[in-house]
């Protein structure tokens, strides 16, 4: 089963929902998760204040960095997506890379 990697940014960063490659590039940055969690994942959304702003493909890359232990996808691909500008509901985590199965995510 493929699942959806759920990227949240804070609510402080000012992001522009219409700008895809301003929101592209915040999604590749490092983010604090497993990469071995990472082998199952289809689309990637970024989230910003429980309202999804950017859908990608995964890709078949990502760079892990040993140091920091954060991974960076630089292989994303914007994907037009009936999720844009929809809100995520009842998906708490405060972690802001977490991995979830599809069919259990709820949208407005």
Do not use: C
């Amino acid at each position: 089963m493929k699942n959806t990697l759920i990227l949240k940014v804070s609510p402080k960063d000012s992001l522009n929902p219409y700008d895809k490659e301003a929101l592209t590039e915040r999604a590749k940055r490092a983010w604090k998760i497993n990469p071995i969690r990472l082998q199952m994942i289809s689309e990637v959304l970024l989230v910003h204040n429980k309202v999804v702003v950017g859908v990608w493909e995964m890709g078949d890359r990502i760079i892990f960095n040993r140091a920091t232990t954060r991974v960076e996808f630089p292989d994303l691909k914007w994907k037009e997506s009936e999720l844009l500008g929809k809100t995520l509901l009842d998906y708490r985590t405060s972690n802001p890379a977490s991995i979830a199965d599809p069919e259990n995510l709820k949208f407005v």
